[in-house]
C-alpha cells in the first residue's frame, strides 16, 4: 500500500501562487487514480481535483476550474497541485489520496473518497487577503 506525503503549502497574498508536492513510496504509483482534496476549518473535507493513472486525463471541482492544474510525473511517484490566482477561501489543509480500484472521473465523489485508504498527512495553505 501506498504512503504519500505532501509539502509545499504556506502562506501567500490572494492572487498568488502556490505548488503542492505529493510524493508516494512503493513502486506500483502508476497503478493509482490521484486526487487532491481540501478542509477548511469546520468544514468537511472536499475534493479539489483528480488526475487519471497515466495522467492523461483530469477532473475538477468547479470552484478551482480554471485555476488550479493537477499534474503528476509516474516516474517520480509524484503528483502535483498548480495553484493559481488564490483566493481567501481558498486557506485550508490539503490532502492527497490514491485510489487503486477505481476511476479518476469517480474519485470526487463523497461515496468514493470518504471510503479511501491511502492518505497523505496534508499541507496548509493559507491565503490572505
Known sequence: QAQLVESGGGLVQAGGSLRLSCAASGRTFSSYAMGWFRQAPGTEREFV???SRSGSSTYYAHSVKGRFTISRDNAKNTVYLQMNSLKPEDTA????AADQFGS???LGTPNR??????????TLVTVSS
Open 93 to 96: 489543509v490539503y490532502y492527497c
Open 104 to 106: 479518476y472521473y469517480t
Open 113 to 122: 473518497y470518504k471510503n479511501l485508504e491511502v492518505w497523505g498527512q496534508g
Open 49 to 51: 481535483a483528480a488526475i
